[in-house]
């Protein structure tokens, strides 16, 4: 388990990434959005995934649905009593650190965004989280913005996760943004706390590693496409550079998690 006196300090720093002095929200116009939908936490379930608003402000999670307990190996209760205090203080302190510049990028970009772009606005990133049994998950955490205040930052967060463990390496985190048309990616090294961004994927290398999804040769993908084998393997190798992956099937499971596939 995580030792949260570790964590103490770097909780404050994680609320300052939040600007966290600098919003004012009202709980009571987003308690009713989402709690009360039988439908929604069915589909968590199957899922098994678990989402929950997050309020900004005070820095807990006024609504939680799905099947925690399985994705993060606390109970809801624990979560809803102990905030986002609690849930950070789980996480090891390498990954918190990624996290705190994720979430000063994240910030960042937010506050950019027009209005309409902000609608299409989304945040997906990973990061270690400590069960109760003292075992270590790796959750990925896909992300909106239910509400913003006049400056553009968050009030209220929209929270899905999920349990990537089989998924993902360690000693990295990444970190997509998105207002649904560009698309921005950044790495976090563990060991350095260095944070780097990301070339962008081609058309092209996504037509390629989607093909090559469906175990298809480089010959029958050179078809497809119109193309060489010789271009299609350059592009895999490339694909693979880029994204520091040992093989085509981890790159396909990492832009999968991050819906880039």
């Known amino acids: 388990m995580s030792n949260p006196a570790a964590n103490t300090l770097n909780f404050s720093a994680y609320k300052k990434a939040w600007h966290f002095d600098l919003i004012e929200s009202d709980i009571d116009e987003i308690n009713d959005l989402i709690g009360a939908n039988p439908l929604l936490h069915e589909t968590l379930l199957l899922r098994n995934s678990a989402l929950a608003i997050k309020d900004i402000k005070r820095m807990y999670y006024s609504c939680i649905l799905g099947d925690v307990e399985k994705v993060c190996g606390w109970s809801r209760e624990i979560f809803l009593n102990g905030g986002v205090d609690f849930y950070v203080s789980q996480i090891p302190v390498a990954e918190l650190r990624g996290l705190e510049e994720m979430t000063r990028l994240m910030n960042q970009y937010i506050v950019s965004l027009n209005e309409e772009r ?3 606005f989304r945040a997906i990133f990973d990061y270690k989280l400590t069960r109760s049994d003292g075992t270590v998950s790796r959750i990925i955490q896909e992300s909106v913005a239910l509400k913003r205040d ?9 929270v899905l996760v999920s349990d990537i463990s089989s998924l993902k390496r360690d000693h ?3 970190l997509r943004l998105t207002d649904g048309k560009e698309n921005l990616l950044y790495e976090v090294d563990n060991a350095t706390g260095k944070c780097r961004p990301l070339e962008e994927i081609s058309k092209r290398e996504l037509e390629i590693i989607r093909l090559s999804g469906q175990n298809l040769t480089s010959h029958a993908i050179a078809e497809r496409l119109f193309i060489s084998p010789h271009t299609v393997n350059t592009h895999r190798q490339k694909m693979l550079r880029k994204f520091g992956m040992t093989d085509t099937m981890e790159l396909i499971n990492f832009l999968t998690i991050y819906r880039l596939l």
Request: proline share 0%; glycine share 6%; aromatic share 14%.
């Open 150 to 158: 006049a400056k553009g930052n968050i009030l209220f967060f929209l």
């Open 118 to 120: 902000a609608k299409n």
């Open 172 to 174: 990295r985190q990444h």
